[in-house]
């Protein structure tokens, strides 16, 4: 026989990979049981994590809601008149990172004070208007605010800043705390659940090795043997990915309609959500399925 | 044509199965392979699939430099090479036509010659009732049988037999023997381990007794030997 | 042979569980890679359950701090002379559900106004002093405090009754729905926990249903069987449960000891945390190891 | 003593194994069952410790009457008998000398003993230097002999063995033959499924021949037949 044998290595018929998807698909029900112990594994584990996308996504939504919430006053001199207020808020707007400037005039702070006081109020009569106008800023992040403040302090007729300023730098730990943690842990937890799903279907296929291994001791290629489990895998990780998507999308959609929640705190709309969570679930999910499962089968192919 | 020329296979744990096997088996040839049980029989065999490395020593099989082979070659070395092994080795989830088929879908064959080769092949060995049935669902004679047809299905040009008759009565055995001869007669190489002293020294072919992992006798024309 | 055979069942041997728990230690490490799988499996469903559990432990922590926080202010009539104040605070402090009643003279509000008005504070003089005297009540429960701001305004002396009406039910549904989310989602993780750990039991030992089903041929009793395999998965859970508490109990104390939150927002000291989340897991991670693998393995037993 | 009382056998996949099979084999008889591959001769032996049930009859093995056998007393019953399965099932995880102690450590015998009657077993099916090795590492007459021994260590009052010479050359088949002989001298009773027309037509003992599920041949010191 010639040498020339041994380049007799050639592409995949066509024929084949249809094959290699009806052999993917008659696996999954031939393997019974197991395959639906590797799906429920890879369905709860998704479930866990977008559960946890969903929590996450809102409340890096209702932190942003009240970052956005914060603000400070600018009082203004008494000797400013009226007319000059405008240009003092323009000179303000047109400070960067600013969000909103509402004026407050002394008029509005009085009926407010009133209102506060409730019937005490007649006391502030005849005393005329003992309150300053004054400017409510919005900046476009709560950590520029104490900056913010102080350049504010120096403009022109300006009398006093004022913020809450043991409250915002404590607001501002937590929520970076919050936010920082929230990230870290949806980050190990993606790690971790695609370990769990690998470990699963690493334990699933390891059921099969000797399978594998007749099969490449009958000639088959690494990558005949590979088609089927690449099919079954991908399949396993759609199913396994669906079922949770469809859990999350029906309980979201319900839990966001019925629970009335104020503003700050409101959840946010289903499809926002969704397209955020769904395709990190698919991505997983897929992936995990079909490579983590080529992968955990290539020790079995070196026979 | 098999060759192998000073082979050693030294396993994991320190047995050594062969020492310095040196044998040349010309294509076209039936070899009977004997010698006691744990003689190194089946490793002789196995090295020719590869399924196991020889530690030292160079194999050749029809064309095939054995451990030059690189990884993705091995499978289209196998192709040429029809085994049944002492343990058959069949896939548990396929049923009896399509373990069969499936060393013909490996080689991407068109399914009508695929259809009609396993039909032939089951039909030779006597198992076209049991063709939807699952191996655990056979004796073990007939899961013998359906190992025989896998090897023979795709026309090899060698095939090697690890106790082919092993499970068989003697009928099924001289039937198993006499469809050997007939590929063999076609010009295909047949290497076969056996312990079936009937069947060697009714048919008079070349023998080679392994002993301790050596060749003890070699012989055309040979007998089975080791009479009391 | 005598019929008399069929009562040849005996109790076990004492030896015997010597060689049960040899033989599951043993299996530990002959099934190598694949118990190495079961158990980082565990411990990561028990890590992913034990970080939950801690964020949940100090979540209600910090909500019921908040709620202590929560208070409402009641203003005291002009005409009532400062030597009854004591009396009108014992009245409110005898209510039920009262956790604190502070006194805010008249004196003491002007002040604090002052330094709210800052510069300005100079136009409140020579008014007198507009503002009443007034009491702070916190409430052992925000709940009851609605109710209570009722009974305390009918309290003779009692001019009005004042608390932040729309920001406490508010609050309220809002740590009412974080609480209760926060218990099912606890619950619902547990389950899944478990869900998974023994599905990766159930998995491995499908791997071993060959060696069961020899034992059986071979004329082991179940009990024979399931001996080592008990030690086998108690050994299991426990190592998979351990090595999550080691590196939650390290990982929290290093948190807790290095971020700084205030108050409300601090986080609970490490030993009461950990003695409420660990014994948890171990208790999932035991469970499941030991009865969820003899549960398993029972159809393989069948023989 | 075994006997049975028109016993069918069908599995679940509708093939019918054994149709009215009524046999007695008295204590301390030596039996070879005979026929051809897929007979029914692995099917009589498993319904004899029950690995089977039958679909119809009655079965007594030593004093237990196998169908009304309650779960819990199953293992006590296959005690009393010594298998050799056609496929040896091995523990793959327990090494030579583990696997057949197993058999003596589930009836809770003593460790000094059970030390003992190993060491002796190994000695007897010539495999003292492999009893460190795990069964992937045999050969397949090694593995066969290992089974001999598991199945032979209880002493137990039957011995059922499913062709337990088919992996071994006529000179271990030998030997195995004259171990059970020896037993049977004892009084052990041994029922042999075989394919091997040299070692029933040597010895001359009772020969059971099943062909298509059915008893087509009791012969006190019978041969093997099928002759062509
Ligand atoms: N995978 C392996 N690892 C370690 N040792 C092995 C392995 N396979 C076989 N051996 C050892 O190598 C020797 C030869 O084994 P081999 O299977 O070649 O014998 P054989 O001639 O086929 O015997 P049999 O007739 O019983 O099948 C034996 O001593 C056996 O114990
Ligand atoms: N588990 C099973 N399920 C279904 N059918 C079976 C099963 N086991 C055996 N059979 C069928 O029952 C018939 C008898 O099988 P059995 O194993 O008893 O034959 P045997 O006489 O031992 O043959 P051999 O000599 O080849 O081992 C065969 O036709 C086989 O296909
Ligand atoms: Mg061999
Ligand atoms: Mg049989």
């Given at each position: 026989m010639p040498e020339t044998r041994n380049a007799g290595i050639t592409a995949m018929k066509i024929r084949t990979y249809g094959r290699h998807g009806k052999e993917g698909f008659k696996n999954l029900f031939r393997n019974g049981w197991m395959t639906f112990a590797a799906v429920s594994g890879v369905a709860v584990t998704l479930l866990i994590l977008g559960v946890s996308l969903i929590i996450s996504v809102n409340l890096q939504n209702i932190l942003t809601n009240i970052e956005s919430e914060l603000q400070f006053n600018a009082y203004v001199m008494d000797?400013?008149?009226?007319?000059?207020l405008p240009a003092i808020k323009h000179e303000i707007s047109s400070?960067?990172?600013?969000?909103q400037v509402t004026l407050i005039t002394k008029e509005q702070a009085l009926s407010t004070m009133k209102k506060t006081l409730g019937?005490?109020?007649?006391?502030?009569?005849?005393?005329?208007?003992p309150l300053p106008n004054e400017f409510v800023v919005k900046a476009d992040?709560?950590?520029?605010i104490p900056q913010l403040a102080s350049l504010v302090s120096k403009?022109?007729?300006?009398q006093k800043v004022q913020y809450g300023a043991s409250f915002i730098p404590r607001m501002l730990s937590i929520f970076t705390i919050v936010r920082d943690t929230s990230v870290i842990f949806i980050i190990a937890l993606v790690i971790m659940g695609m370990f769990l799903i690998s470990n699963t279907i690493k334990i699933t296929i390891f059921t099969r090795r000797r399978e594998i291994e007749i099969m490449k001791l009958v000639g088959a290629t690494d990558g005949f043997i590979r088609g089927p489990f690449f099919v079954e895998g991908t399949l396993l990780g759609l199913i396994g990915a669906f079922i949770p998507s469809v859990i999350l999308n029906q309980g979201y959609y319900f839990i966001q309609k019925n629970v009335v929640l104020f503003p700050p705190f409101a959840l946010m709309p289903d499809p926002i959500v969704m397209n955020r969570v769904l395709p990190i679930l698919y991505a997983v999910g897929l992936l995990i399925g079909a490579w983590g499962g080529i992968m955990s089968m290539r020790r079995y192919l070196r026979v | 044509m098999i060759e192998m020329q000073d082979v050693w296979k030294e396993y994991n744990?320190?047995?050594?199965?062969?020492?310095g096997v040196s044998v040349r088996i010309a294509q076209g040839e039936f070899v009977y392979v004997v010698g006691p049980s744990g003689a190194g029989k089946s490793t002789f065999i196995k090295l020719m699939y590869r399924e196991e490395r020889p530690t030292k020593g160079h194999i050749f099989v029809g064309g095939f430099n054995i451990e030059r082979l690189r990884d993705r070659q091995i499978p289209f070395m196998r192709r040429h090479v029809g085994v049944i092994f002492q343990d058959f080795k069949?896939?548990?989830?396929?049923?009896v036509e399509e373990n069969v088929a499936f060393a013909m879908e490996v080689i991407e064959a068109s399914k009508r010659l695929t259809r009609k080769r396993v039909k032939e092949m089951l039909e030779l060995v006597g198992l076209v009732d049991k063709a939807?049935?699952?191996?655990?669902?056979?004796?073990g004679g007939e899961q013998q049988r359906v190992a025989v047809a896998r090897a023979l299905v795709n026309k090899p040009s060698v095939i090697v037999a690890d106790e082919?008759?092993?499970?068989?009565?003697p009928d099924n055995s001289w039937q198993i023997l006499k469809l050997f001869e007939r590929v063999n007669d076609r010009g295909t190489t047949i290497v076969m381990a056996t312990h079936n002293r009937e069947l060697v020294n009714a048919t008079r072919k070349r023998v080679i007794a392994i002993e301790q992992g050596q060749i003890a006798r070699d012989e055309e024309r040979g007998d089975y030997g080791y009479e009391d």
């Open positions: 000797q400013v008149p009226t007319s000059q400070l960067g990172g600013i969000k019937p005490n109020a007649d006391l502030l009569n005849g005393l005329g208007n992040s709560p950590k520029t403009i022109k007729g300006i | 744990n320190g047995v050594t199965a062969l020492q069949l896939l548990q989830k396929l049923t939807k049935m699952f191996p655990n669902e056979l004796s082919p008759t092993g499970n068989l009565d």
